[in-house]
């Protein structure tokens, strides 16, 4: 029993970095780290918010074995990059580059908070400039009967 739950445990904590297999390694450590920069860059298309560097799909280490020729052949990030969102539109990339089709993708956060931010001060403007209305004579009377009742009672 106690070797199927330290086989579990093992299991369980296996890191997701070791998606990457032996075969897919560049000699060169430069050349690898730049794959390893640009894969961590691209989305895997199997498992929508995981890098194609953490993923163990299929297509994942497709896209990572083509990252790698490519900056073999002699590609620059920026040209190995591009042939990719060529390949698989601009969905791949994590980090979205700003243009005018997703432009609205990253001014909507900022733009909301200040909308936000607005209104609170708005509301609380609104809620300062109440004025704040005074007791009338038979509330006056009232309180004034409370206390001494309670004066009273107290003694």
Same mark, same amino acid.
């Given at each position: ?21 032996? $075969?897919?390694?560049?000699? &060169?450590?430069?050349?690898?780290? #730049?794959?390893? &920069? ?19 799909? $299929?297509? %994942?280490? &497709?896209?990572?074995?083509?990252? @790698?020729?490519?900056?073999? %052949? ?10 990719? *969102?060529? #390949? ?8 979205? @580059?700003?243009?005018?089709? +997703?432009?609205?993708?990253? *001014? ?14 708005? %509301? @609380? ?6 004025? !704040? $209305?005074?007791?009338? !004579?038979?509330? +006056?009377? %009232?309180? &004034? ?7 009273? !009672?107290?003694?």
């Amino acid at each position: 029993m106690l070797r199927v739950t330290l086989l579990c445990l093992m299991l369980c904590l296996t890191p997701s970095s070791l998606a990457l297999g032996p $075969d897919e390694i560049l000699p &060169d450590p430069a050349l690898e780290q #730049r794959a390893r &920069d640009i894969s961590a860059g691209l989305r895997c298309l199997v498992c929508q918010n995981q890098s194609i560097d953490d993923s163990d799909a $299929d297509l %994942a280490r &497709d896209l990572r074995i083509l990252v @790698r020729e490519r900056l073999v %052949a002699g590609d620059t990030n920026t040209e190995v990059e591009q042939y990719v *969102v060529d #390949r698989y539109g601009e969905y791949v990339l994590l980090n979205p @580059r700003l243009g005018p089709h +997703t432009l609205l993708l990253w *001014v909507a956060a900022p733009l909301l908070l200040l909308i936000g931010l607005g209104a609170l001060i708005i %509301a @609380r403007k609104r809620h300062g400039a109440l004025p !704040a $209305d005074g007791l009338t !004579a038979e509330e +006056t009377a %009232a309180l &004034d009967a409370l206390k001494h009742g309670g004066d009273k !009672a107290g003694s």
